[in-house]
């Protein structure tokens, strides 16, 4: 059965911190720390694409497990800050990778709902075409477009990579989807030129319709919080991921928030929470949620299969 | 059905912010009383929520205080 065997990240060694901006934005430390949940984020180098944010978390998947090269035959990569317009960040990771001619590449153009769709498209794709190993990559490089003097954003986001390595070996299983949009909403968070976000908008949506969304889903898979050990959900900010919870009803131990250090990497989130939990053998079963831009929406459950 | 004071900061309570609703004042905007940016979309988003009214965007300068709250939510429901 095709699932994850593995996932590695990449992070930026630069930091910009909210504290120094307290002043320019009147903010205070209880703000930062409790309602943004984001003390530092992370900002790539300058003349890094997505693409090198990519072939960085794969060179750190390579420090973890051994990978033939020549043996991956597909890559996925999620991002809506694509190297270039044309061609597709995939096939330029393909190229700075040297994988095999033999190798399905093409991008998913989604934010933070990305990572849940991209898991459901690598592992049909590669289903249906009897592909064998895969490579589904995160990267979403926002501080290409955020105006600095916007208070609704230039706190929030962080650049990062991650990617998850698919094969029929794997630990963590997909069990079952669930997926939803918006798009008369469109508008609310949107980049013509720079990121704008409606940030009311934008909380009104993730407070009211992904609880529903999640409750709902657990109600299709017979399963209730009981049966939950993790809600992995996309790291909007902490005020987001903590009012989802509350309407949940569900306790704090079981819903990480782990974005302090380096910011909302969009559809980077969750792999990343995901890449710690893969090791912890307590989690057994859980529910992973995207939420964002479109408006779109996505949750899976997902199943330890292996120890 | 008439909205108090009192079904408020009921509200504001349930928003959990920062504070004793018992020590706000009714006339000073909740953001100048410790409300941040995001307790207040909450606190609207809760108030649309159990009086069953929309706060459109372009009515938040009528919802600034306690007591506009009040009355901007009794001529609502009229």
Known sequence: MLSIKEIASYLPETKVSNYAKKEKFVLDDNFIENKLGVKNHTLKMKDDKASDLCVKAYTNLLDKISIEKENIDCCIVVTQNPDFNIPHTSAIVHGKLGLSQNCACFDISLGCSGYVYGLSNIISFMKNNNLRNGLLFTADPYSEIIDSEDKNTALLFGDGATVTFINDNGVLSPQEFSFGTNGSAYKELICEDKLYMNGRAVFNFTATTIPQHIQELLAKCRLDDSDIDKYILHQGSKYIVDTIRKRLKVSEDKVPFEIYEYGNTVSSTIPMILENEIRNVETKRMIISGFGVGLSWASAIIERIKI | ?78
């Not at chain 2, 009192?6 to 504070?19: R, S, T």
């Not at chain 2, 207040?40 to 205080?65: A, G, R, S």
């Open chain 2, 1 to 78: 059905m008439n909205i108090t004071v009192e079904n408020i900061k009921e509200v504001i309570m349930e928003a959990d912010v920062l504070g004793d609703t018992d020590e706000m004042k009714n006339d000073i905007p909740l953001t100048d009383q410790g409300v941040d940016s995001l307790d207040i979309v909450n606190v609207y988003l809760l108030l649309e929520e159990k009086f069953d009214i929309k706060i459109p965007d372009e009515d938040l300068n009528l919802v600034q205080t306690i007591d506009s709250i009040v009355e901007y939510i009794n001529k609502k429901l009229g």
